[in-house]
């Protein structure tokens, strides 16, 4: 599985969505009724069990989308390539 996929798998436990409905490219935070604040603490906690980091606060903050949680967590050595 890539890091994508790996990422992907987090977001559609932690909000509990269907993989398959999602536009990733454009998927943030409010941008669909299942991702709020509670949710979103879910797709952390799903993220750092999944690549075995501790997220900062500023970055569990700055996660306001699929595609900048990419370019977070590349600041934790994962890439996306």
């Known amino acids: 599985m890539t890091a994508e996929d790996t990422l992907k798998q987090a977001f559609i436990e932690g909000l509990g969505i269907d ?3 999602v536009d990733w490219a454009v998927l943030a935070y409010r941008s669909i009724p299942q991702w709020d604040s509670v949710a979103h603490m879910q797709v952390v906690a799903q993220i750092e069990d999944a690549f075995d980091i501790m997220l ?3 970055d569990v903050i700055g996660m306001s989308s699929f595609e900048i949680t990419k370019e977070i967590l590349t600041n934790y050595g994962v890439s996306f390539s």
Do not use: S, V
């Open 56 to 58: 900062e606060i500023k």
């Open 19 to 21: 993989g398959d409905d």
